[in-house]
Nanobody, 126 residues
Framework: QVQLVESGGRLVQAGASLRLSCVAS????????MGWFRQAPGKEREFVAA???????TYYADSVQGRFTISRDAQSTVNLQMNSLKPEDTAVYYC????????????????????WGQGTQVTVSS
């Protein structure tokens, strides 16, 4: 099991940028595909972005394509750069980790993730 801690969320105005980070402890992320998800009040957790173990493959939800970028370092951190934020991006953002032996697979279904952080709140005002 890997422990994940997200940070970087805060209140911003529409059009601003934020960078979220997810840092792992307990073990490194070298054997994990990673993903970012978000959950707004009264809604289900939805996929935002995913990255494979070797960083060569990424995938984004249509709603964030071209505005958000997921990246990771070799060991313990996954980032989500969010540009041109909109009020509809307001949610609690969670990072998830999925143990996998494949290096090029990413996962978009939250049920496929084994470990989660506690989330970080992003609020975008209009």
């Amino acid at each position: 099991q890997v422990q994940l801690v997200e940070s970087g969320g805060r209140l911003v105005q529409a059009g601003a940028s934020l960078r979220l980070s997810c840092v792992a402890s307990g073990r490194t992320l070298t054997m994990y595909a990673m993903g970012w998800f978000r959950q707004a009040p009264g809604k289900e957790r939805e996929f935002v972005a995913a990255i494979s173990r070797n960083s060569l493959r990424t995938y984004y939800a249509d709603s964030v394509q071209g505005r958000f970028t997921i990246s990771r370092d070799a060991q313990s951190t996954v980032n989500l750069q969010m540009n041109s934020l909109k009020p509809e991006d307001t949610a609690v953002y969670y990072c998830g980790a999925r143990f996998t032996y494949t290096t090029t697979t990413y996962y978009t279904n939250p049920s496929g993730y084994n470990d989660w952080g506690q989330g970080t709140q992003v609020t975008v005002s209009s």
